[in-house]
């Protein structure tokens, strides 16, 4: 049961993938690992996540033209509050393709990072987007509880219902799995995003059996739901993206350099920073080694440890690592202590 429990958790975006997002273990070799030579990873990463955004813009204006036609039909305002969310998640598409196809360009004396950010810009204009397709649905469901109409076509209405839960599914499955590889946050926020909207889908389908009861309101209820579960939806992206954009990191992030510095022991950590550009990760560190070890000894140990960050962490794309002063860098109030345990 609990092994099932996670799984769902992890289906609806509440589990533990993050370990995904940033390959923790030193196995855990995601098909976004980093790569010298042949071609820029960066470049690779970006055609996969332009693939993912170009299919589920298409999956998603199939599926929202679709259910328009319906709700034409059958005046239901349950399945315009989707069909709104629907083209809001569609439109979406188009920031986050901008701003892939910007990630792209090399980093120039303006921008000495490149443009990775660009990404963070694109998930608060998909929040603003989402935000604006939740105020709309909740209009029109409000309207429609003061004003009631009768909801006709009630087998198509359920089918468009259906329609909506396979078409956002598909999507999720895209940009989740392909978020993960190129560790993208917007994109996989927005897959789970899509995997929620599914599901209010098929309450258009409870509605529609609702009205066939006989109780009017199914449809006007169902709508006013769909609006709340897209306002849950703006809160979790905000939180996510605003984390990011303030350089936040998950706290595993930095157990993670941690892990990788057990393996090389003369390496002591007395500071350790990460930040989020893009989905690539930068790394500054800061650590000790015994003084009277030559130069060509202590450039070994930070060799030895640059590798095993890059072993151990295939979304990190840059690792600075210093030497310093154990008490000076202590002083500081890091809570890393020396690895004398590792």
Do not use: C
């Amino acid at each position: 049961m609990p092994v099932l429990g996670a799984r769902i958790l992890d289906w609806f975006g509440f589990g533990s993938r993050h370990h995904a997002a940033h390959g923790h273990g030193h196995h855990d070799h995601v098909s976004g690992s980093h790569s010298h030579g042949v071609i820029d990873a960066t470049i690779a990463t970006t055609d996969r996540g332009i693939w993912a955004i170009k299919w589920s813009f298409v999956i998603l204006a199939i599926t929202a033209a679709m259910q328009m036609v319906v709700v034409a039909l059958s005046g239901s305002v349950a399945l315009l509050a989707d069909t709104v969310h629907n083209i809001g998640d569609a439109t979406t598409a188009i920031p986050l393709w901008i701003a892939f196809l910007l990630a792209r360009r090399k980093p120039s004396p303006t921008f000495t990072y490149g443009l990775g950010r660009v990404e963070d810009l694109a998930g608060m204009i998909i929040v603003g987007i989402i935000l604006f397709s939740a105020i709309v649905a909740g209009y029109q469901t409000i309207d429609r509880l003061i004003n009631p109409r009768v909801v006709t076509h009630l087998g198509w209405l359920a089918a468009a219902g259906i329609v909506g839960f396979l078409g956002n599914e598909a999507v999720a499955v895209f940009r989740i799995r392909v978020g993960r590889e190129i560790n993208s946050a917007a994109l996989i926020a927005d897959g789970y995003h899509a995997r929620t909207d599914g599901l209010t889908s098929l309450a258009v389908v409870l509605g529609a059996f609702g009205v066939w009861l006989g109780f009017a309101l199914a449809d006007p209820i169902v709508g006013l739901l769909i609006t709340l579960a897209i306002f849950g939806i703006v809160w979790q992206s905000a939180r996510s993206v605003l984390t990011r954009m303030l350089d936040g990191i998950d706290p595993e992030v930095i157990g993670d350099i941690d892990h990788a510095a057990a393996h090389v022991p003369q390496a002591r950590i007395v500071d350790a920073k990460a930040r989020w550009i893009g989905h690539r990760l930068h790394a500054d560190i800061a650590i000790a080694v015994e003084e009277s070890l030559p130069v060509s000894e202590a450039q070994k140990i930070t060799a030895a440890l640059e590798h095993e960050l890059f072993e151990h962490m295939p979304a990190l794309a840059a690792a600075n690592i210093r030497l310093a002063n154990a008490v000076a860098d202590h002083r500081h109030g890091h809570p890393h202590g020396e690895h004398d345990s590792h």
